[in-house]
């Protein structure tokens, strides 16, 4: 473990110039006493750490050195792949060995590109969770991730809507959705499914192994599993007059539907109204739905839905009154 700390201190001192004890403890998550005692280890091997004095100073390598042990790790290299999801990065238990590895990238690059990496660091950002919502405690999710990697039966207790259910699962892939990790896994009898993470109570890893199913591709399995739930949930058509207002908000509210329905819109009335077509869930689903849109929107088919909307209002109204 010092090993890769001092190679870490080493590489941070080459990519990042003069650097204060206090930000390289932060940084390697020990303490300034250790940052100390590294650096004196590593003058005494031979490293030039050079330490400058008043309030600009901080260490810094001799002009000039520069080293090339840069050799990455199975799970180093593994986690170059969130390297722009820091924060999954550290729910699978990768955050360490994700900040090693972008180290010694950089310092394996050439100085002009390792001076375009930091540009794209400080530049962009990929916040992977959706507004508004924390994301969902996910004790479980670093053994389940080894499970996925080691190809190791899982034994799983999982909180259903219906009640708690116990599984033997085969586990294929992790997949992040809006801030939410999913499992997929096999089930009996070839069966594939899908498992929100959080709702997993306990797992266990079984010694035994499992075949992954031939062919199976786990983008192409989720892109099927999310186009099949979408084509399942949106079964209804609405039939909506929309204020000019209801137009702007309409995509904030239904999202790719949204924007669906307003590519097909009819003309503005003279008020700029338009009449839309939009697929909705099922009618409890929609009333709801559509609340969201207040008085931009006006539902006017199908009769049942418009009943259940006003019967909804009238209610409310009477609430409140």
């Known amino acids: 473990m010092r090993a890769d700390r001092l190679l870490s201190l080493l590489l941070l001192l080459q990519n990042r110039g003069r650097t204060t004890a206090p930000e390289l403890a932060a940084e390697l998550e020990v303490s300034v006493r250790t940052v100390y005692r590294d650096i004196d280890a590593l003058g005494a091997s031979g490293v030039p750490v050079l330490a400058d004095r008043g309030p600009a100073g901080g260490y810094r390598l001799a002009d000039g050195y520069r080293?090339?042990?840069?050799?990455?790790?199975?799970?180093?290299?593994?986690?170059?792949?969130?390297?722009?999801?820091?924060?999954?990065?550290?729910?699978?238990?990768l955050g360490a060995d994700l900040a090693a590895a972008q180290l010694k990238l950089q310092a394996a690059l050439p100085a002009q590109l390792?001076?375009?990496?930091?540009?794209?660091?400080?530049?962009?950002?990929?916040?992977?969770?959706?507004?508004?919502?924390?994301?969902?405690?996910?004790?479980?999710?670093?053994?389940i991730a080894?499970?996925?990697?080691?190809?190791?039966?899982l034994h799983a207790h999982y909180r259903r809507w219906r009640g708690e259910v116990r599984r033997e699962l085969h586990p294929l892939g992790l997949v992040l959705k809006g801030g939410i990790w999913y499992l997929v896994a096999g089930v009996g009898d070839d069966a594939v499914r899908t498992y929100r993470v959080a709702r997993f109570l306990a797992v266990d890893t079984a010694e035994d192994g499992f075949?992954?199913?031939a062919?199976?591709?786990?983008?192409?399995?989720?892109?099927?599993?999310?186009?099949?739930?979408?084509?399942?949930l949106r079964r209804r058509t609405a039939q909506l007059r929309l204020s000019p207002r209801g137009r702007q908000l309409l995509p904030m509210q239904f999202g790719a539907a949204g924007t669906r329905a307003l590519a097909d819109a009819g003309p503005p009335d003279a008020d700029g109204w338009v009449r839309i077509s939009l697929a909705v869930?099922?009618?409890?689903?929609?009333?709801?739905?559509?609340?969201?849109?207040?008085?931009?929107?006006?539902v006017l088919g199908p009769?049942?839905?418009?009943?259940?909307?006003a019967e909804t209002v009238t209610a409310l109204a009477d609430r409140y009154a």
């Open 67 to 93: 080293t090339r042990l840069t050799g990455l790790t199975d799970a180093q290299a593994g986690s170059l792949f969130l390297a722009g999801v820091p924060g999954p990065a550290q729910d699978l238990g």
């Open 114 to 143: 390792a001076g375009r990496a930091r540009q794209v660091q400080e530049r962009f950002h990929l916040d992977a969770t959706a507004w508004f919502r924390d994301a969902d405690p996910v004790p479980h999710l670093a053994r």
């Open 146 to 153: 080894q499970a996925v990697w080691d190809q190791r039966v």
């Open 211 to 213: 075949e992954r199913p």
């Open 215 to 232: 062919g199976f591709e786990l983008a192409a399995y989720w892109q099927d599993s999310t186009d099949r739930l979408e084509a399942a």
């Open 281 to 298: 869930e099922s009618e409890a689903v929609a009333v709801g739905d559509l609340l969201r849109l207040g008085t931009e929107a006006e």
């Open 303 to 309: 009769p049942e839905l418009r009943r259940a909307l």
